[in-house]
C-alpha cells in the first residue's frame, strides 16, 4: 500500500521561515508574555498583568531609592490606564528603544537596579504591543520627551524639550488602552486592582499609593496585610519576624485545616508559591516541633496557619513569565561556571525562625500555650476523621471512574499544559442543565460536576460529616483540594445555577461549603458565578441574548416585532444557544472577599438558625416577575 504524502498539502520551504519583530511576536504569542486573555473577570487576566508590569517598574525605582510616591487612575468609561512615578525617569535618548525594544533595558545590569522583579527587559513592551494606544513620557535632568503608540508601533515621537517651570518633578508617566481587538469586551473590576494596590504598600513600607485619588500606605507592613486580611479571629496576637531580605507574619486560626500564605518575591504576588513557601513551611514545622518537644506531625502544626510572607533576593528566577512560582534555591544566582557559594533559601529561612520564633515562643508563654492547644486540637481532629477519610477516599476513587456527575476534561490545573489557566469545572444542579453544559462545553479545558439537588447545608457541621456525605466528598475529590489547594484541578471553580430562588439558595450552600472548609478557594479568587441570559428578545432576522431588563429594553427599541422569552432556568436553553455562554463571551462574576467582609456573621445570617431578623429580611426583598414569553408588535 502506498504511503501518503505526509507533507502535503503543506509545503516547507524558504517561504515558510518568518521573521517577526518585538512587537508582533508579543500580539501573536500573548500568552508567552502575559499569561491568559481573559476579559477582566478574573484577577490573572491579563489586563491587570498589564497594570503589574508598569508598576513593577515604579516599585523598583522605588525600592533603588528614587520616588516615594505612584499615583494610578483608570478611567472606566475610556478604559484607560495612567500609571504615574516620580523616580529618575526612563533615560530620554533611549526611552522610545526601552518600551518598544526586547532585550533592552537597565534591569540586565544588577548594580543599577538591585533585587528587581523585572529583570528580562520584557513587561512595558508587552503593555505596549498589547494596548491599542500606548503613551509614555519621561521627565529627566530638566527635559521630558514624550512617545505614542499603536499596537505597538510608533506613532509619534516629540523632540526632547526643556520642561516649563523648575517645580516640575523627575519621573515616567505611563497611560495605555489594552485593544479590544485581543481582551474581547474587557472591564477593569476596580477590587482586583485595588488589591494589587494594598499589596504593593504592603511590602513597601515608606511607599505612598494613589488609586483614583484614594491614598493608600502602610506602616507595619506584613502585620497590617494578616490584619487586614484574616477571616476569622487570630487565636493569639500576629507574630511578626523581620530580619535581612526576609519578612513574614503569621499566626493560627480555627475552622481551617491547613495552612494558607500570602507569598511574596522582591514585591510580586507568587500565587502559586515555590521554593521560598517550601522552605518557610518546612522550616516553621521543625522549629516548632524542635520547641514543643512532641512528636507532631508538619501538617498537624500548620493546620490553621495563616501567614504573609516575603523574600528579597537577587535575580531571581520564576517558572513563568508571569511570575507566580519562585524556582530559585539560592540568595544570588549562579556563577558563570554554575557554582554557587550564597546560602540556600531552605537553609537561610530555616536560621531566621531559629533565631526568632524560639525566642518568641520562651518569651510569650501565652502564645506558646494557644499555639500548643491549637496543634493538640489539630491532632484530635486528625484522628477523628483518619479513618473516614480513608473509607472516604476510597469510595471517591472508585465513584469518580465511574462517576456520571462527573465530566472531566483533558487539561488541568495542576499541570504544566500551556492552557492551564484556562481549565474550568462547572459545577450545576440537575441532569438538564447538567446536560445542556456538557453538550455544549470545550472538552479539553471544562468539566463539568452535577449535583443530586441541594447540597448539605455545612455551617454548623463537621469536618468529619463532610467526609460522611457522599456529594460534598465526591465535589472536594474532584477538585482535589483536601490537603490545600496546591493540587487543585481547576483553575475557575464555577457556581453554575438556575436565576431563581432555588438557584440562589445551591448557590449560597455551596459558597458556605467553601468558606467553612476551603476558605482559600476563594481567598486565591478561584470561585466565579456563572451568568447566563435572563431573555433572548429575536424576531426572524435578529437574536439578541440579554443579561439585565436595561439589555432587554435596548433589544426591544433596536428589534421590530420582537418575541421575548424569560428563561426560567439552564436546561430550557438549547446546547446550541449555550455554547455562546460558556466560551469565548462568558460572562463570570467573581466571588471576592472584601477587605471588611465579616465571614462568620454573614454565614450565621444567611445560614444559621432560621431567625425573625432572617425571615423578616426575605420577606421585605421578596420580587415576583412574570415568566411568560410575550411578543411585542
Not at 516553621?284 to 496557619?305: H, N, T
Not at 519562585?326 to 530555616?350: F, I
Not at 460522611?468 to 483540594?481: P, Y
Request: hydrophobic share 35%; aromatic share 10%; with cysteine.
Amino acid at each position: 500500500m502506498e504511503q501518503p504524502d505526509i507533507l502535503s498539502p503543506i509545503e516547507y520551504n524558504d517561504d515558510s521561515i518568518v521573521h517577526l519583530e518585538d512587537m508582533e511576536h508579543i500580539r501573536l504569542r500573548p500568552g508567552m508574555y502575559i499569561g491568559k486573555l481573559g476579559d477582566g473577570s478574573s484577577h490573572d487576566d491579563g489586563i491587570y498583568v498589564l497594570i503589574k508590569e508598569v508598576i513593577d517598574n515604579c516599585i523598583d525605582e522605588f525600592t533603588s531609592g528614587f520616588g516615594k510616591k505612584i499615583e494610578v487612575k483608570i478611567n472606566f468609561a475610556e478604559r484607560k490606564v495612567s500609571i504615574r512615578d516620580y523616580g529618575r525617569g526612563i533615560p530620554l535618548l533611549k526611552m522610545v528603544e526601552a518600551v518598544s525594544k526586547l532585550n533592552t533595558g537597565a534591569k540586565y545590569d544588577s548594580k543599577v537596579f538591585q533585587k528587581s522583579v523585572g529583570l528580562n527587559g520584557v513587561g512595558t513592551k508587552a503593555v505596549n504591543a498589547l494596548s491599542s494606544w500606548f503613551r509614555v513620557q519621561s521627565i529627566r535632568d530638566g527635559k521630558t520627551r514624550i512617545a505614542e503608540f499603536a499596537e505597538g508601533k510608533l506613532t509619534k515621537d516629540t523632540d526632547i524639550i526643556a520642561v516649563d517651570g523648575t517645580a516640575v518633578d523627575t519621573g515616567t508617566l505611563v497611560e495605555f488602552i489594552p485593544d479590544s481587538k485581543l481582551f474581547g469586551n474587557y472591564h477593569f473590576i476596580s477590587e482586583y486592582v485595588e488589591r494589587r494596590i494594598w499589596n504593593y504598600c504592603y511590602l513597601n513600607r515608606g511607599l505612598t499609593m494613589y488609586y483614583n485619588d484614594k491614598r493608600y500606605y502602610s506602616k507595619n507592613g506584613l502585620l497590617d496585610l494578616l490584619e487586614n486580611n484574616l477571616q476569622s479571629d487570630p487565636l493569639y496576637p500576629i507574630i511578626h519576624i523581620k530580619e535581612g531580605d526576609f519578612e513574614a507574619a503569621f499566626t493560627h486560626v480555627n475552622g481551617q485545616s491547613n495552612d494558607y500564605y500570602y507569598s511574596f518575591v522582591n514585591g510580586q504576588h507568587t500565587t502559586e508559591g515555590g521554593t521560598h513557601q517550601s522552605a518557610f513551611r518546612e522550616a516553621y514545622a521543625r522549629v516548632v516541633k524542635d520547641f514543643i518537644k512532641k512528636d507532631f506531625s508538619p501538617e498537624v502544626i500548620r493546620g490553621g496557619l495563616v501567614c504573609a510572607l516575603c523574600v528579597r533576593i537577587q535575580e531571581p528566577v520564576f517558572e513563568a513569565q508571569t511570575k507566580t512560582k519562585l524556582g530559585s534555591t539560592h540568595l544570588e544566582p549562579n556563577k558563570v561556571d554554575g557554582t554557587n557559594d550564597s546560602p540556600l533559601l531552605k537553609t537561610y529561612v530555616l536560621d531566621i525562625l531559629k533565631r526568632n520564633l524560639d525566642n518568641y515562643l520562651h518569651m510569650h508563654a501565652e502564645t506558646a500555650d494557644a499555639l500548643l492547644a491549637k496543634i493538640t486540637a489539630n491532632e484530635k481532629e486528625r484522628k477523628d476523621i483518619a479513618g473516614i477519610k480513608k473509607v472516604a477516599r476510597e469510595a471517591g476513587k472508585k465513584a469518580s471512574l465511574n462517576n456520571r456527575k462527573l465530566r472531566d476534561c483533558h487539561v488541568h490545573y495542576n499541570t504544566n499544559h500551556d492552557r492551564r489557566l484556562e481549565s474550568t469545572i462547572f459545577i450545576t444542579e440537575g441532569d438538564s442543565a447538567s446536560g445542556s453544559i456538557t453538550k455544549s462545553r470545550d472538552v479539553d479545558t471544562q468539566a463539568v460536576f452535577s449535583l443530586r439537588g441541594k447540597p448539605k447545608n455545612t455551617y454548623s457541621i463537621s469536618k468529619v460529616d463532610v467526609y460522611k456525605n457522599e456529594e460534598l466528598n465526591l465535589l472536594h475529590n474532584a477538585l482535589d483540594i483536601d490537603d490545600g489547594i496546591e493540587n487543585l484541578r481547576y483553575n475557575n471553580v464555577v457556581i453554575a445555577t438556575d436565576a431563581d430562588v432555588d438557584g440562589m439558595h445551591i448557590r449560597l450552600l455551596l459558597l458556605t461549603f467553601f468558606l467553612r472548609f476551603y476558605p482559600e478557594l476563594i481567598q486565591t479568587g478561584h470561585v466565579y458565578i456563572l451568568q447566563t441570559p435572563l431573555f433572548r428578545v429575536r424576531n426572524k432576522q435578529k437574536t439578541t441574548y440579554c443579561y439585565t431588563d436595561d439589555e432587554r429594553i435596548a433589544a426591544i427599541h433596536d428589534t421590530p416585532k420582537a418575541e421575548i422569552t424569560r428563561f426560567k432556568g439552564l436546561g430550557e436553553i438549547s446546547p446550541e444557544e449555550f455554547k455562546n455562554f460558556i466560551g469565548k463571551d462568558m460572562r463570570l462574576d467573581p466571588v471576592l472577599l472584601h477587605k471588611d467582609f465579616d465571614t462568620k456573621s454573614v454565614l450565621s445570617f444567611y445560614m444559621g438558625e432560621n431567625t425573625l431578623e432572617r425571615r423578616e429580611f426575605i420577606m421585605s426583598n421578596l420580587r415576583i416577575e412574570d415568566d411568560e414569553s410575550i411578543v411585542v408588535a
